[in-house]
């Protein structure tokens, strides 16, 4: 990585993604809420600073821009993405990603991917939301074989439309998650 290093305070955190135009560390999963620095450490670069603020909850669903729209990052079961093209079908299981839904029941090792399937539940109770209708995941935790990613598996089934492009977002203690589409059959 050529010498790149993030830390908070003295902690260095832990990389899963780096190129010229982003970096992705993995915050501590014992990280205070309140305001925080992190610091981006460069080879023959000066640092470079940023604050911002750690809390409890700060839900957000992964999405891939797709000209003007952000699709949900949605997988079907075999781990192909749901798009307008393969879109989800009535009673198949959808697996959506995100992150920062706060901690879990049992807390997985910061840094390293998830290996055992439906293991580390989320600790707070988050429900996903289409047209203020509520849909409550099967399973809500760490995403098996990723690092510091949420999944939620929910089944295609009613409230659910067919044949449409619905807007989904997820709750957890009051917050919510941004908005993203998700194609349906």
Known sequence: MGGLTVTIGERLLPLFFASPGQINPQLPSDLGAGDQTLVV???DQPDATGRFTV?????????RQVGSKAYLVALHSDGSLATPKSPARCGE???ALGTGFG???VQPL??????SPGTNKLADHTQLIFEG???EPEFAGAATGRVGMVAFRFPIADPLPVAATIEIKARVNGHESNTALLPLE
Do not use: C, M, S, W
């Open 110 to 115: 910061d840094g390293f991917a998830v290996l």
């Open 41 to 43: 450490h460069a080879e």
């Open 93 to 95: 299981r959808i697996t």
């Open 55 to 63: 809390q409890r909850n700060a839900p957000g669903l992964f999405y």
């Open 133 to 135: 209708k509520i849909i």
């Open 103 to 105: 901690p879990y029941q």
